[in-house]
């Protein structure tokens, strides 16, 4: 029984969207867990100096890796670097802190500023993966923005009145898996709002 070679005579393989997914969560996930690790061995400075290092290479290895630099992934490196050369040198670790609040309310600034000039940069960040309405988009965005205000909001709460423990934590085992299931809740939303493409429309 002779097995069917798929009709563009490539082997069957994960799609490279999907490779490429998984590499930017991994390239994501590294500096996190590492400057976890290297804080629960010594301290928040070493732990400072670690995240800047590793994000750097992150960004390295995205452009050896996925051939590109994301600007999100531009936008955190340079702010991880920033905050946390003033957090070495300065002997505070009140910047490194900081830093999340500022890079989520950068977000929000941002996708706010594109929807004052007529430009929806999720649009432009996610228009391939998902068609949606003219509605859908700013509906989306507006709720990023808040997502993105709401998380500065409870950075700022946590590493002001809880440990640094707790705030170190959180930032590595809380931001992410907060994201996702925010994410993962306007699924609904982009059902809603989605437009069909030309090749599930059916025939006229």
């Known amino acids: 029984m002779s097995v069917e070679a798929p009709r563009d005579g490539k082997t069957a393989s994960p799609p490279a969207a ?11 996930l590294a500096p996190l867990l590492i400057f976890f690790a ?13 995240l ?5 290479v ?6 050896l890796w996925l051939g590109h630099i994301s600007a999100m992934l531009m936008l955190t490196t340079a702010l991880v670097v920033g905050f946390g050369a003033l957090t070495l040198w300065l002997n505070d670790p009140r910047f490194i802190k900081m830093k999340p609040t500022m890079v989520n309310l950068l977000f929000a600034g941002a ?19 998902f068609q949606l309405t003219e509605e859908g988009w ?6 990023w923005i808040g997502f993105f205000l709401a998380l500065a909001v409870l950075n700022e709460i946590i590493w002001r009145n809880f440990s640094e423990g707790t705030w170190a934590s959180f930032k ?7 994201t996702i ?9 982009i059902q809603r709002y989605g437009l069909e493409s030309p090749k599930d429309q059916p025939p006229r």
């Open 111 to 129: 996708l706010g500023a594109g929807l004052m000039t007529g430009r929806n940069f999720l649009e432009l960040l996610l228009g391939q993966a």
């Open 18 to 28: 999907d490779r490429k997914q998984l590499g930017k969560l991994i390239l994501d």
């Open 38 to 50: 290297a804080y629960m061995a010594s301290d928040i400075y070493v732990a400072t100096g670690v």
């Open 58 to 63: 992150s960004m390295i290895v995205s452009r």
């Open 138 to 143: 700013r509906k989306l965005t507006y709720r």
């Open 181 to 189: 299931v925010f994410a993962m809740l306007q699924v609904g939303l």
């Open 172 to 178: 590595v085992f809380g931001i992410l898996p907060i």
């Open 52 to 56: 800047m290092a590793a994000t750097v």
